[in-house]
């Protein structure tokens, strides 16, 4: 059979993930001659051979492509016959600023967990990885991806290493970050400043003893510092809170193994496939509440999530090695509010005083990243916060993105950077509040252009003129600029991910976001594009006593609802949460109310579950984020299909809602029937309105977003009856529902009004 050679154009994220040494593997098997090579913006793959056996080829390319790559598109062309002597890898080549993806962090393989075990430069080496493992993103400076671009580059390969490194059957093949206990990194174990030990063996004995004697450490991880106690030590944890000064936020914890996960908490099977996925995320998981599977419950305040991963560098496998508990937390290393530490002297000079051992390594971290958060909600995995694992895979877009850099929001800040149409959401960098997560921010966004090699031609801002982000937008240099309100923001962000351009139903459940008419949206009704939104409902404004305070003290919303339905009545309701608060302080808010003094007035669907999780006396005084609205989750009686009346007036109006939630709660109905039912009268809100507009203008695609949707009870719900009804329903899974989404959004809109012509 006479031979034909074929040029392949292959794009995705096929770099820095074995692709190179599989295409050469596969094309070995079949027979083809020919070469394969990284460009910055693809790899090219040459074959020669007969017509069957590229058509084999072509499918092994398809159906056996190593598990972090992604193939976007695949072009073939059919060129002159040429004919090589062999099947060949060639050298990189830095031809354009159109540039191919680089691969996030991918946990430890199987194979270089066997290759601890055996004797030789790797046996017990924490840093083995290969083709199919190791670090990426975490280690690049710039691209295209090879070692001297990478934190790699002080570490020259020993001559074991280079060999495996250039033998291009070998599975370290071109593997950027090779090294050997000979050549590579090393940990370093220091008690207070004192260097201890370089020696892996010691250092893993003596941390599994800290540990398990319930000890504190910081260890070095991937993207950052961890610091890590006994999960089971309610004393350490109690500690380690004060160390972090952190009160009630959960802690995230790692086990050993997917079977003694299993004895604490609920894992399905999607769960278990993200547990186990490559990108090895936190998964939060529905704690087993049986006797003799409960975990302190210090962990996690008594909520009945916990936020669970397994193992993912080989550091930590050594470590489960010799631990004699199944379950350690580990949170990021940093005090509240800061981002994660990646610098070695910062991490000794701020933590070593309060714990008893630090663990750092000597290879640098570029990109710093978190532990990502997923949950599985509709059968689906949703990402809740975006870093490690992730990062920075670009969301494809339908629409052109090039040149946009959209800031983001300012709680749980990502931004996003467009490059043709692929959007190159940031890792996770947190709140904009404290100095060094804006000077991470600024940092990142520098590092984010240069690595894409994104030339910014228009911005993307929020409507918030106080927002930080919003601000490093307006003053980034003399560039179009479009501001986009959040909550429309919120809804293009689900449209993006869902490659939606069109009119849609949105709805948006959110904290607080800067509305057109000043005032603090938050529940937001919409008929929307990517271009505009015309906001036909929304919940009915409250005032927020205390402002921002109010978010932190949900008293004062139960406060603000009580005095709008029932007036001074309704302390004569002896409502049992009014027994934690002192009187004088209501008093002080009903003044505060009365006479419009620092009461801005909210849309806000969070603080309308914050309102209730007070009536509960489920919280009171905030100590992390969303608290009222994630207890208030926690206790939902599923059972239970009952709601509560609402109207549909201007506006949604929940005074029936709450005078009968009163009256529950005085007849003494139990709490999680309640939970229950005022979670049911909200997704009867969103049926109602989805509903309303289809009847009137005949749309019926519905995208839902905003972070009241990583209630997993009310997107299931909303779901259900939307679907059953059927709409046509899209909401988040790639990308954040809660503010970490927004600058996607934030991106769609201003691509749309580029292409309109309207910047
Ligand atoms: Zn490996
Ligand atoms: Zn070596
Ligand atoms: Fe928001």
């Not at 936020?307 to 949170?331: D, N």
Request: charged share 20%; proline share 4%.
């Amino acid at each position: 059979m006479s031979s034909k050679t074929l040029q392949i154009a292959i794009t995705g994220l096929v770099q820095g993930v074995g692709f190179r040494p599989f295409v050469f593997r596969i094309a070995t098997h079949w027979g083809l001659t020919g070469w394969v090579k990284n460009t910055n913006e693809n790899v090219i793959i040459i074959i020669t051979g007969t017509p069957v056996n590229i058509q084999n080829f072509l499918i092994s390319l398809k159906q056996e492509a190593p598990p972090a790559a992604l193939i976007d598109e695949i072009t073939l062309l059919e060129i002159e016959p040429i004919s090589f002597p062999s099947f060949t890898i060639h050298e990189s080549h830095d031809i354009s600023s159109q540039i191919t993806e680089i691969s996030p962090d991918i946990a430890v393989c199987e194979e270089c967990l066997h290759d601890i075990d055996q004797p030789g430069n790797r046996l017990d080496y924490p840093f083995v990885n290969c083709t199919n493992c190791g670090p990426r993103f975490t280690i690049i400076e710039d691209l295209p991806y090879d070692r001297g671009k990478t934190t790699m580059n002080s570490f020259a390969m020993c001559p074991s290493c280079r060999k495996e490194y250039e033998t291009v059957t070998d599975r370290r093949f071109h593997a950027q970050p090779t090294a050997c206990s000979v050549c590579g990194p090393h940990y370093e174990l220091f008690a207070g400043s004192n260097l201890i030990s370089k020696e892996i063996g010691i250092i893993v004995n003596h941390v599994s003893a800290c540990l398990d004697n319930g000890g504190i450490v910081l260890v070095k991880g991937l993207g950052g510092m961890h610091l890590a106690c006994d999960a089971f030590n309610e004393t350490a944890v109690k500690r380690l809170r004060a160390i972090k000064n952190r009160e009630g936020k959960p802690f995230a914890v790692m086990f050993c193994d997917k079977e003694s996960v299993n004895r604490y908490a609920h894992l399905d099977q999607n769960e278990e496939r993200s547990l186990i996925s490559w990108q090895r995320p936190i998964v939060l998981l529905e704690q087993k509440t049986e006797s003799g599977s409960l975990m302190t419950e210090n962990l996690n305040s008594g909520l009945n999530l916990l936020g669970v991963m397994l193992p993912y560098m080989p550091f930590h496998h050594l470590l489960f090695r010799q631990l004699k508990t199944q379950a350690i937390v580990l949170t990021s290393g940093n005090f509240s509010s800061e981002p994660i530490l990646i610098d070695n002297q910062s991490a000794l000079d701020q933590f070593s005083p309060f714990v008893d051992a630090t663990i750092l390594h000597n290879r640098d971290i570029y990109n710093r990243t978190d532990d990502s958060v997923v949950r599985i909600m509709g059968g689906e995995e949703r990402i809740l916060r975006r870093s490690r694992g992730y990062v920075p895979a670009p969301v494809r877009t339908a629409i052109n993105t090039d040149g946009i850099v959209a800031f983001g929001a300012e709680l749980t800040n990502c931004f996003c950077v467009g490059k043709g149409k692929k959007a190159f959401l940031s890792q996770h960098i947190g709140d904009l509040q404290g100095l060094e997560t804006t000077l991470f921010f600024e940092k990142t966004i520098t590092q984010f252009l240069k690595l894409f090699r994104v030339n910014p031609s228009l911005l993307a801002v929020d409507m918030h003129p106080g927002y930080i982000s919003t601000k490093t937008g307006l003053n980034y240099g003399d560039l179009p600029i479009v501001q986009v309100q959040h909550h429309h923001a919120h809804i293009a962000s689900c449209m993006a991910e869902h490659h939606l351009d069109e009119k849609v139903i949105g709805i948006a459940l959110d904290g607080t976001g800067y509305g057109t008419d000043g005032n603090s949206w938050g529940a937001e009704f919409m008929i929307c594009d990517l271009n505009d939104f015309e906001r036909v409902t929304h919940f009915e404004y409250i005032p927020l006593p205390g402002g921002d305070l109010a978010t932190e003290e949900p008293w004062r919303m139960a406060v603000s609802y009580l005095y709008k339905v029932f007036g001074r009545e309704f302390l004569n309701l002896e409502l049992p949460f009014l027994r934690n608060i002192d009187p004088e302080r209501v008093q002080l808010v009903l003044q505060m109310i009365d006479k419009k003094i620092n009461s801005p007035l909210t849309s806000g669907a969070g603080r309308l579950f914050d309102c209730v999780a007070s009536l509960l006396d489920l919280v009171q005084f905030a100590s992390f984020q969303a608290e009222g609205p994630m207890r208030l989750e926690s206790l939902v009686r599923k059972d239970c299909t009952e709601s509560y009346p609402f109207q549909n007036l201007e506006t949604f109006c929940f005074d029936q809602t709450i005078r009968n939630i009163v009256k529950d709660i005085r007849n003494g109905i139990d709490k999680g029937t309640i939970a229950a039912k005022f979670h049911n009268t909200i997704i009867s809100v969103i049926f109602e309105f989805a509903n309303s507009i289809r009847l009137n203008q005949g749309i019926n695609k519905v995208a839902l977003s905003g972070g009241v949707f990583q209630n997993k009870y009310l997107l299931e719900g909303a779901l259900e009856i939307l679907q059953k009804n059927n709409f046509e329903v899209y909401s988040h899974s790639k990308v954040p529902a809660n503010d970490g989404g927004i600058a996607l959004g934030q991106l769609a809109v201003a691509s749309k009004r580029r292409e309109l012509k309207c910047v």
